[in-house]
């Protein structure tokens, strides 16, 4: 018979102070000396207070990726388990500090732990997930008796004011296309930094301490029918089809921002959350489970802007989770991508709500070009 995985413990890290709404702009950045138009109404949408970036006013970087997600595996460690103690680091994150090596290498490497297997899963908020059923499944075939994964994100670079500057000296491409404009100052106010880390063993946690029994994770992916919503590093062509970094000059890639975070929102409001409920009951059904024996449901929502609809689509397709057993952090947080549903499943782990017995089910959804995950746990 397989192992079980269980989560025995949870950390995270947040870089630098918290900035609240009206002091993004001081962190981020004016365009050409500009306050952002569409920042107050995507701010009142996505019901965000507070967040952190890991770079300083003068856009500065504080922490890197790899040194956010290696604080927050160090917040995993005890006097009982060490660097040296893990067996496997599976890390996953949306864009990582550099093209080579790997992630998990570069974290690894922050923490000077000795010979580990390592894995780095792409993707944008699915790879921490990945991250996870990797560690899981790894020890179920009793590859290891544990394994560290994490989430992280460090977007706040990329969304500096200085990074559209080029384009914004163009204003020709924008008076054809002033979607483009829209597409890319949009999720400079969604996104933030962070990381997030979970312990696995195959063992629980003794006496009156909790853990989280993993029952199962389920992914999916409708990039073979569905055209690519969230991008970076790739532009769209005129016929409409990407195009890679690779195919611009320098000068293009700070003319046309390749290198800019972007979203189709039009795509985005058409399937995310169609898809998400309809993969959602088929998981629940293909493990032969009920909507009401969920004790706590922590949706990865990247605004509250999409509470309403996923709430009124569950109830459509039969899926009803009363709100009081939802769980977020968004407000308090902010959207940190990979790392988002660690820090909620971290909050919750620790806040005393949580009783023997309990099933817990998380959703990840994932906008770059429509992935979900689900995953559930039974607290023991």
Not at 117 to 141: P, Q
Request: hydrophobic share 40%; charged share 20%; glycine share 8%.
């Amino acid at each position: 018979m397989a192992e079980k995985a269980f989560i025995t413990k949870l950390a995270k890290f947040l870089p630098n102070e918290p900035v609240p709404n009206d002091g993004m702009e001081t962190i981020l950045g004016m365009i050409n000396g500009k306050p952002s138009r569409s920042r107050r109404i995507v701010l009142r949408q996505n019901g965000i207070k507070n967040r952190h970036y890991a770079i300083d006013g003068k856009g500065n970087l504080t922490h890197t990726n790899a040194e956010l997600t290696a604080a927050a595996v160090r917040n995993l460690l005890s006097p009982s388990f060490g660097t040296d103690d893990i067996e496997v680091l599976c890390c996953g994150t949306s864009i990582p500090d550099q093209l080579l090596p790997s992630h998990a290498s570069m974290v690894q490497g922050c923490l000077g732990c000795a010979s580990v297997e390592i894995i780095s899963t792409a993707g944008v908020c699915c790879s921490g997930m990945h991250a996870m059923k990797y560690g899981m499944l790894s020890i179920m075939g009793r590859n290891s008796q544990n394994a560290v994964c994490t989430g992280s994100e460090l977007v706040s670079p990329i969304l500096h004011a200085r990074h559209f500057e080029g384009e914004m000296a163009h204003p020709d491409r924008l008076e054809e296309n002033p979607i483009l404009a829209f597409e890319k100052d949009f999720l400079r106010w969604m996104l933030s930094d962070g990381a997030g880390a979970a312990l696995l063993k195959n063992t629980p946690n003794g006496g009156s301490d909790i853990s989280l029994r993993i029952d199962w994770i389920d992914t999916y992916s409708f990039a073979g029918k569905i055209d690519t919503c969230m991008y970076a590093g790739i532009d769209r062509s005129t016929t409409g089809g990407m195009v890679s970094w690779k195919s611009f000059s320098p000068e293009q890639w700070l003319i046309n921002s390749v290198f800019a975070i972007k979203q189709d929102v039009g795509l985005l409001d058409k399937h995310i959350v169609r898809l998400a409920t309809e993969t959602l009951g088929a998981s629940l059904k293909k493990h032969g489970v009920q909507a009401t024996e969920i004790n706590y449901f922590l949706p990865h929502i990247s605004s509250e802007y999409f509470r309403k609809p996923l709430d009124h689509e569950m109830k459509k397709q039969g899926l009803p989770i009363p709100q009081e057993k939802w769980f977020t952090n968004l407000s308090r947080v902010g959207n940190i991508g990979s790392a988002s549903i660690y820090l909620m499943l971290e909050e919750l782990f620790y806040s005393g709500k949580l009783d023997k017995g309990m099933k817990i089910l998380t959703m990840v959804p994932e906008s770059a070009r429509f992935s979900y995950a689900f995953m559930l746990m039974t607290v023991c």
